[in-house]
Nanobody
Framework: QVQLVESGGGSVESGGSLTLSCVLSGFRPGRYCMGWFRQAPGKMRERVARISDGGRTEYADSVKGRFTVSRDNTKNTFVMQMDSLKPEDSAMYYC???????????????WGQGTQVTVSS
C-alpha cells in the first residue's frame, strides 16, 4: 500500500522556522519527483516546492530564499526546511509524489494526509 506520511507542522511566530518531513512507503523502486503543496482556507492549492529524483529543485516565488527542500532516497524521506515564516505561509501542507518524475503539478498522483502550519504575527 502506497503511503506518504507528513510530520513537523505546528504553530510558530512570524520569523520562526519549521521542518516538514514526508516518509514514503509501499512505493515500487523507481524515479519519483516529490513536491510540497499547500492550501489555505478559501484559497486554491498551490505548489510550494518540488525536487526531482536527480535533485533538481524548483520553488514558488513566494518562498524562494526561505524554504529549502531535500531528499534522502536511501531513507525514502523528503524534507522541507521553512525559515523566516510569515503569517501568509499558514496553510495545510501536503507531500506528494509523481511516480514518473515529470514534476508538473498534474503528475503528482500520490498524496499525504497533510500537516497544518500556522504562523502568528
Amino acid at each position: 500500500q502506497v503511503q506518504l506520511v507528513e510530520s513537523g507542522g505546528g504553530s510558530v511566530e512570524s520569523g520562526g522556522s519549521l521542518t516538514l518531513s514526508c516518509v514514503l512507503s509501499g512505493f515500487r523502486p523507481g524515479r519519483y519527483c516529490m513536491g510540497w503543496f499547500r492550501q489555505a482556507p478559501g484559497k486554491m492549492r498551490e505548489r510550494v516546492a518540488r525536487i526531482s529524483d536527480g535533485g533538481r529543485t524548483e520553488y514558488a516565488d513566494s518562498v524562494k530564499g526561505r524554504f529549502t527542500v531535500s531528499r534522502d532516497n536511501t531513507k525514502n524521506t523528503f524534507v522541507m526546511q521553512m525559515d523566516s515564516l510569515k503569517p501568509e505561509d499558514s496553510a495545510m501542507y501536503y507531500c506528494a509524489a509523481d511516480p514518473r518524475d515529470i514534476c508538473v503539478a498534474s503528475a503528482f498522483t500520490f498524496w499525504g494526509q497533510g500537516t497544518q502550519v500556522t504562523v502568528s504575527s
